[in-house]
């Protein structure tokens, strides 16, 4: 019987203020898929970090016949004897702890399974990929620049790549798009706890006679805030379902789309959108059940 008495309330409740639970649920809904977003950015971007810290961080490429700057265009193809001394002359740094040779042809198949999907390998010439020298650094910060001056400019050296210092921009722009994501998300988040605590108040206000006469027949605190609390909680919940679809489309339409337009992307797993939709879920809980309930204690004194 008492369950049904709180159903029924909540159920007035949410009929009455229909038009500001409306509002709170997409409010709430907003604000969880924003700050989703914004940790869906970090799992992709610490991702990416960690793919990359396992693989080479200086890349050396050589001279091929079709090179037409620099010491290629005076000197030609890279030749044996000068593959012998650069290999010589890295792996005698002490900056150095591995310098892997990559044949022509073997960066040349590589480059076809890794754009697959991209125009670009249509064009690419088996020639036109170079060998390399695949480097990894004691310390990628420290080293990256003084390793790169022994080798650029040597005798069958085409260029010389930092990988991480090319990385460390996308980094900054995924940075970015992540803080501003999350800013926005804590507005909305403020916003919508501004909205809570005028539904519940307003429900409060409205259902005044019935919380009275509860008063005077003996009801306790708990009982008498129990249907608004119950209110808030649903509101956020609705709120969180319409995020957690939200959050799937930005998964499935930005974040793995992207991942076309950058060969080596790692896509976020169906583990990663769980972990961030149950975070969601208990912030939107959160959220909505302390503001109630704090709300409660101001606006409905028994």
């Avoid at 016949?65 to 010491?71: A, E, Q, R, V």
């Avoid at 080293?143 to 005798?155: I, T």
């Avoid at 994501?181 to 206000?205: C, G, P, W, Y």
């Avoid at 489309?249 to 939709?277: C, N, R």
Wanted: aromatic share 10%; glycine share 6%.
């Amino acid at each position: 019987m008492r369950a049904q008495f709180v159903f029924h309330e909540v159920w007035i409740g949410l009929r009455r203020n229909l038009t500001m639970t409306i509002a709170l649920v997409v409010v709430v809904a907003i604000s969880l898929s924003l700050l989703g977003t914004g940790l869906l950015f970090v799992k992709q971007v610490d991702s990416t970090r960690t793919f990359w810290q396992s693989r080479v961080q200086l890349s050396v490429y050589l001279c091929t016949t079709s090179d037409l700057y620099g010491n290629c265009k005076q000197n030609g193809a890279v030749t044996p004897a000068e593959i012998q001394s650069i290999k010589q002359q890295l792996t005698s740094n002490k900056d150095v702890t591995s310098a892997t040779f990559v044949s022509a042809k073997a960066n040349y198949t590589l480059f076809r399974q890794e754009f697959a999907s991209n125009p670009v390998e249509k064009y690419a010439l088996p020639d036109q990929i170079p060998a390399s020298f695949e480097i990894r650094l004691r310390n990628t910060q420290a080293d990256a620049d003084p390793v790169s001056e022994v080798v650029d400019g040597y005798p069958g050296v085409s260029d010389v790549v930092n990988d991480s210092t090319i990385l460390d921009q996308f980094y900054k722009l995924l940075d970015g798009a992540r803080n501003a994501v999350v800013v926005i998300a804590i507005f909305l988040l403020v916003a919508a706890i501004m909205l809570v605590a005028n539904t519940i108040r307003l429900s409060a206000f409205n259902r005044r006679r019935e919380t009275s006469i509860m008063r005077l027949v003996g009801a306790s605190n708990f009982y008498v805030q129990l249907p608004f609390l119950v209110e808030g909680m649903i509101a956020g919940l609705l709120g969180w379902l319409v995020s957690t679809g939200l959050l799937v489309l930005v998964k499935s339409l930005l974040l793995d789309s992207l991942q076309q337009y950058f060969p080596y992307g790692i896509s976020l797993s169906t583990a990663d959108l769980i972990e961030v939709v149950i975070v969601a879920m208990i912030i939107g809980l959160l959220i909505c059940g302390i503001t109630s309930f704090l709300t409660l204690r101001r606006y409905l004194r028994v």
